[in-house]
């Protein structure tokens, strides 16, 4: 049991350049979520879904993408990478919507030249 | 809109010097009050959850307390691999959004 995972670990892009931010989960859970993590601020939620097929904004979605096609895939896509989403980015979930006991993965460290 | 603040920012004590880390918040609906830690280049793990105030639990060093404005997390005797970054988050609504203080470094000295 993997738990929540994440790839890559490490990422440099450019500007303008875009790529895909992957996670996965082996817990069965419902809910998956991203948030990104910058000096000197909480966590803040980009997306979240509530199950496959099923996705929606949370504080901070400018500028990202998601879907959600199978149980345990939640990628997050930057169409159009810019210095300002150089962050961690945590990938995590819970057994299903309306539980907030949340397990996170290990995070992928994401700077923009 | 929801609101979490911890404090202090940062908390350095001498191993077996007790403390507390404090956070405060305002939530419209609260489903739950969580602590999580948080060690350098990882992810946040979960520690506890609180429903209700009044309610505490327990865990080794740690304890979670829960009032209807605030949550304390008291650390007793503390050791030197309870360094880390504490987090304090509020679940609100039905999608379980959570809302995330800024953390709290503790840092413990041998």
């Known amino acids: 049991n993997a738990g929540v995972t994440q790839t890559p670990k490490f990422q440099v892009l450019k500007t303008g350049q875009s790529m895909t931010l992957q996670c996965a989960q082996d817990?069965?859970?419902?809910?998956m979520s991203w948030y990104r993590q910058d000096p000197g601020m909480g966590l803040r939620l980009i997306h979240y879904?509530?199950?496959?097929?099923?996705?929606d904004q949370g504080e901070v979605p400018n500028g990202y993408n998601v879907s959600r096609s199978t149980t345990e895939d939640f990628p997050l896509r930057l169409l159009s990478a810019a210095p300002s989403q150089t962050s961690v980015y945590f990938c995590?979930?819970?057994?299903?919507?309306?539980?907030?006991?949340?397990?996170f993965g290990p995070g992928t460290r994401l700077t923009v030249t | 809109e929801d609101q979490v603040t911890q404090s202090p920012e940062a908390l350095r004590l001498q191993e077996g010097e007790s403390s507390s880390l404090n956070c405060s918040y305002t939530?419209?609906?609260?489903?739950?009050l969580f602590w999580y830690r948080q060690d350098p280049g990882k992810g946040p793990e979960f520690l506890f959850t609180l429903y209700s105030a009044g309610e505490e639990k327990e865990k080794e060093r740690l304890k979670a307390t829960l009032t209807k404005k605030e949550s304390f997390l008291h650390i007793t005797a503390p050791k030197p691999e309870d360094s880390a970054t504490y987090l304090c988050?509020?679940?609100?609504?039905?999608?379980?959004?959570?809302?995330f203080g800024k953390g709290i470094t503790l840092s413990v000295r041998p």
């Open positions: 817990m069965n859970h419902e809910y």
């Open positions: 995590a979930s819970s057994h299903r919507q309306g539980t907030y006991e949340q397990y």
């Open positions: 939530v419209s609906g609260l489903r739950g």
């Open positions: 879904s509530v199950g496959a097929g099923i996705t």
């Open positions: 988050a509020v679940g609100s609504g039905a999608n379980s959004k959570l809302t």
